[in-house]
Each structure stands twice: as structure tokens, then as C-alpha cells.
């Protein structure tokens, strides 16, 4: 078993924003396996499917960026999903546009989604893929997060949300987040 958690805002006038990175990408994964998240359960929007015989579940929770963990903890309690089975894309101001860093642990470096993961999963033990964002240079970081991007970043940004996905398949397909880092990261 595997579940996919996208970080993001639920709401139209969030949809584009940075701080939704992990909604668009979960949005990608679920058309590449020709899939629609349909079921809304334990304050998310997800669907179950099979693949190579495994059951996999692409989450986005609905309960706001800051409170991702109540939704991530319902469900892994539901469908006993232990934290090793799951994986999180979130959005990283620290990387630039469109870089991705994929991480088997660690703490939340800021972020309020995975903070929030962490408390309610009580564990840092869980996979991570971030895409960048880039630092704002003027704006300031609530301003920066909850808009879209504009122009070559936006461009950018879904290359990176691209090579999200490519290695979210690629620990799917082979079942080795340790080779997927080395060949993502």
C-alpha cells in the first residue's frame, strides 16, 4: 500500500498558487493513471486504485495548507496506512523555481503543512518530494505562497511539478525511494 498526499489550499482562488504545488502534482499523477479523484472522506478529496497489484491512493486534503495532518492522520487510521507507506509533495520556498528535493525524512524546515504532518503522524519518518518555489524578494511570504506565478516561473514551476511526478512514478513502478533519490535528486 502507498498514499500520495499533495499539499495545497482547497478553493478556485487557490488553485494556481505556489502553495499548491502538491495539488497540481497530485492533479498530474492522477491523469497519468487515468483516475479521478472522486471520494471526499475524512476531510480530503482522494481515490484507491491498483497498480502492479498494489493499492494506491492519491490524497489532497481539504482542511486548509496549515491543518494537512488532521486529513493525513484520518485516513491512515481508516485504511491503516503506516507513515512509511506514504509520501508528501509539498511546495519549498528554499529551493529555486522548479527544483525538486526528495527527502525519506526529516523535520518540517518552516512549513506549516508538514508541521502540522508531523504532529498529528507523530513522526518525521515519512517521504517527502518538494518542488521549489524560490524566496520572495519583495513580497512577503503569506503574499508570495497564495499567489500564482506569472511568466518564465510559471513555466518553471510546472516543469518542476513535472519531475514531481516522474519520480513519484518512478518509487511507484521500482519500490525504491533510496535509488529514486539518487536519480531525482
Known amino acids: 500500500m502507498k498514499a500520495i498526499f499533495g499539499l495545497g489550499n482547497p478553493g478556485k482562488q487557490y488553485d494556481q498558487t505556489k502553495h499548491n504545488m502538491g495539488f497540481l502534482a497530485i492533479d498530474q499523477l492522477a491523469d497519468h493513471y487515468n483516475v479521478e479523484l472522486n471520494k471526499n472522506e475524512f476531510s480530503a478529496l482522494d481515490i484507491r486504485f491498483k497498480y502492479q497489484g498494489e493499492t494506491i491512493y492519491l490524497v489532497k486534503p481539504l482542511t486548509f495548507m496549515n491543518d494537512s495532518g488532521r486529513a493525513v492522520r484520518m485516513l491512515m487510521d481508516y485504511y491503516q496506512i503506516q507513515p512509511e507507506e506514504i509520501i508528501v509533495i509539498q511546495d519549498d520556498l528554499d529551493l529555486p523555481v522548479g527544483k525538486i528535493r526528495l527527502r525519506a525524512q526529516g523535520s518540517a524546515g518552516g512549513h506549516n503543512g508538514i508541521k502540522s504532518i508531523i504532529s498529528a503522524v507523530g513522526t518525521q519518518q515519512f517521504k517527502?518530494?518538494?518542488?521549489?518555489?524560490?524566496?520572495?524578494?519583495?513580497?512577503?511570504?503569506?503574499?508570495?505562497?497564495?499567489?500564482?506565478?506569472?511568466?518564465?516561473?510559471?513555466?518553471?514551476?510546472?516543469?518542476?511539478?513535472?519531475?514531481?511526478?516522474k519520480a513519484v512514478e518512478n518509487w511507484l513502478e521500482h519500490d525504491d525511494f533510496s535509488q529514486t533519490m539518487n536519480d531525482f535528486n
Open 128 to 165: 517527502r518530494v518538494k518542488i521549489g518555489i524560490g524566496h520572495p524578494k519583495q513580497a512577503t511570504v503569506v503574499d508570495w505562497v497564495l499567489t500564482p506565478f506569472k511568466g518564465e516561473l510559471k513555466t518553471q514551476a510546472f516543469l518542476g511539478i513535472e519531475q514531481a511526478v
